[in-house]
C-alpha cells in the first residue's frame, strides 16, 4: 500500500514535472486510493475478518477497475479449474454468450446473477475474486469451501448484460431495462435468467446492482454505500417464510457491514414492482436479496467496496450453509436506514456571498460530476454540474467547502487567442488564476477528456463562456476573500490557489 501511494507521488511529480514552467495548482478533493480505507481497530474476530485480511491473495489482479468488458471476462471464466462446471446459457442480444459458473452439489441451490445493468459491475469483480477463492487451498479456508460445496449448489451469473457493459450503460442493446422485462421476458438475457431459476429451483437468489452515489444512509451524513432489499412478492408486502430468511440473511450482513462501513448501510423501499426480477423471484419461491453497492468517499472505482462484497457475499454463504442466519433477529431488519435519495452532491459550496444586480445574497452551491465516456467506453472523465442552489443544509457532499466570508465571482476570459492545446501548457496557469483567468481561447480545442482534470476551460475564439450560476450550468467560478482570489472552482473541482 505504501509503495503504491509513492508510485502515485512520484507519478504526480513526474506529470507536474513534464507540464513545463505551468504552476498549477491542486485539487483539494483528490480522492485517496480505496487501500487507505481502514476498518475500525475493535473489528469483531471472525470469519469476515479472516476473508477481509486474506483478500489481496484471491482479487482477480487483471480487473482493476468498473469499466471491463465481456472480452475481459469471458478467457477467465473459460480458465477455470474443473472444480467448476462452466456452460453457456445462450446469447445477448448482440450475441455474446452469457455463462453460468456452478460449484458444489449440496441440496440447496443458490442462483447469484450480477450487473444485469450494464454500468453496474462491482459485484461482477466480487464473484471473479470468488471463483479465484474457490480455486485456492491450504490457505485455512479449506473447511469453509468444504462446507460450501458440500452443502450448497452454487449457480453464479456474472456479467448478465454484456452488451450494456460494452457501451457501459444500465440497459441492453434493444434499450430494454431487463429488470422490468422479468413478466414479458422479451430480451434474451431476461429469459437465460428466469431460465436458470426454474432449472436450478433456487432457494436462495442474490440480485447484485450498484446504485448512484447520491444516496444517503437515512437522513445522515452517511453514504448509502451498500443497500439492501428483501423484495415484495406482493402489493400487500406479506411476509413469509421464504422473505422472512432473506430479511435474516440480510440483518446478518448488515451487523458484518456495520464493522467496516459504520452507518453506511440503506434498505429499499419494499413497494411491489410486478416487473422487477426481484419481487418476481420472491414470488416464484426464491429467497430473493438485492444488494446495491453505493458511492463511497475514496472509492470511486469501487475496489474497497469489491473487496466487501466477497467478504459479505462469502459470509453470507457460510450462514446459509450453516443454517446461522436463522439466529438472526428478523425486526432487526426494520432498523437499518431507508435510502434518501439525492441528498448527495460531490462538492457544497457552503453560504458563499454571491452578487446578482448589485445585491449580495448567501447562496449554498452544490456541484455534481457525471461521467462521461471516450475510448469505446474503457475511460471517461467527469463534467460537472450545479445540481442546486440556494439552503442545503439538509444536503452532504463528498467534499464541503465553507465558504463563510467569500464572495463568489465569475472567471474571466484570457484575452489572447492561442494555438493548441501545447500552448496553453506553457502559461503560468496558477499565476493566472490568481489574477481571476480562467477560460482559454484556443484555435484548436483539444478534446474535453485531456484538459478536464485540470483548473482550466477550454473555449473556441470569440466564445462567452457560461461563467454564470445557474441550475444544470458548469461555470467556472472563483472565490474572493480580502481583495485576493483564493479559490477556484472550475468543472466542479475546488483548487486551492
Ligand atoms: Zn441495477
Redesign the pocket.
Known amino acids: 500500500m505504501k509503495l503504491f501511494h509513492l508510485v502515485v507521488t512520484v507519478l504526480l511529480v513526474f506529470v507536474l514535472l513534464s507540464c513545463g514552467p505551468t504552476a498549477e495548482p491542486k485539487a483539494t478533493d483528490t480522492e485517496p486510493v480505496s487501500d487507505t480505507i481502514k476498518p475500525p481497530a475493535n473489528l469483531l474476530s471472525g470469519l469476515h475478518q479472516r476473508l477481509y485480511e486474506a483478500y489481496d491473495t484471491f482479487k482477480e489482479a487483471s480487473i482493476t477497475d468498473r469499466r471491463f468488458k465481456h472480452a475481459d471476462v469471458e478467457p477467465l471464466l473459460l480458465a477455470l479449474d474443473t472444480l467448476f462446471q462452466v456452460q453457456s446459457l445462450g446469447e445477448s442480444v448482440e450475441g455474446r454468450p452469457i455463462y453460468e459458473v456452478q460449484i458444489g452439489s449440496g441440496e440447496t441451490p443458490v442462483l447469484l446473477w450480477s450487473q444485469?445493468?450494464g454500468d453496474?459491475p462491482t459485484a461482477t469483480m466480487a464473484l471473479l475474486d470468488i471463483f479465484n477463492f474457490f480455486q485456492a487451498s491450504g490457505d485455512g479456508f479449506d473447511e469453509l469451501r468444504e462446507l460450501l460445496r458440500t452443502e450448497l449448489s452454487l449457480h453464479f451469473i456474472p456479467l448478465l448484460n454484456p452488451d450494456g457493459a460494452e457501451v457501459y450503460e444500465?440497459r441492453n442493446a434493444l434499450g430494454v431495462d431487463l429488470?422490468r422485462d422479468a413478466l414479458r421476458l422479451q430480451s434474451p438475457e431476461s429469459r437465460i435468467l428466469k431460465a436458470a431459476r426454474e432449472r436450478t429451483q433456487a432457494v436462495w437468489g442474490f440480485n447484485l446492482?450498484?446504485?448512484n452515489r447520491y444516496y444517503a444512509a437515512g437522513k445522515h451524513p452517511n453514504t448509502a454505500s451498500v443497500s439492501f432489499l428483501a423484495p415484495a412478492y406482493n402489493e400487500a408486502k406479506d411476509v413469509d417464510e421464504g422473505r422472512g430468511d432473506a430479511m435474516q440473511l440480510i440483518v446478518l450482513m448488515n451487523e458484518m457491514l456495520q464493522q467496516y462501513i459504520p452507518g453506511k448501510v440503506g434498505r429499499y423501499d419494499d413497494t411491489f414492482e410486478p416487473r422487477a426480477f426481484g419481487d418476481n423471484m420472491q414470488k416464484w419461491g426464491t429467497n430473493t436479496i438485492l444488494i446495491?453497492s453505493g458511492g463511497l468517499a475514496g472509492d470511486r472505482e469501487k475496489q474497497y467496496l469489491r473487496k466487501l462484497h466477497f467478504v459479505m457475499i462469502l459470509t453470507a454463504l457460510e450462514a446459509i450453509a450453516s443454517g446461522a442466519y436463522e439466529e438472526a433477529p428478523q425486526t432487526a431488519y426494520e432498523t437499518i436506514p431507508y435510502n434518501a435519495s439525492a441528498d448527495y452532491h460531490d462538492l457544497i459550496l457552503r453560504e458563499v456571498e454571491r452578487e446578482y444586480e448589485g445585491k449580495v445574497y448567501i447562496t449554498d452551491i452544490a456541484f455534481r460530476l457525471n461521467e462521461v465516456s471516450f475510448n469505446d467506453n474503457k475511460s471517461f472523465y467527469l463534467r460537472a454540474h450545479i445540481s442546486d442552489i440556494g439552503d442545503l443544509s439538509t444536503q452532504y457532499g463528498y467534499d464541503e467547502f465553507d465558504g463563510e466570508g467569500y464572495r463568489l465571482v465569475s472567471g474571466r476570459t484570457y484575452e489572447q487567442v492561442l494555438a493548441d492545446y501545447e500552448a496553453l501548457q506553457q502559461l503560468d496557469l496558477g499565476h493566472l488564476l490568481r489574477q481571476g483567468y480562467t477560460t482559454f481561447q484556443l484555435k484548436q480545442r483539444p478534446s474535453r477528456s485531456l484538459y478536464y482534470t485540470k483548473p482550466v476551460e477550454v473555449v473556441s475564439p470569440g466564445t462567452q463562456p457560461a461563467n454564470k450560476v445557474r441550475l444544470f450550468g458548469n461555470p467556472s467560478l472563483l472565490l474572493e476573500k480580502n481583495g485576493t482570489y483564493q479559490y477556484a472552482v472550475i468543472n466542479g473541482q475546488l483548487y486551492e490557489l
Open positions: 444485469m445493468h453496474e444500465r429488470n446492482h450498484d446504485q446495491e
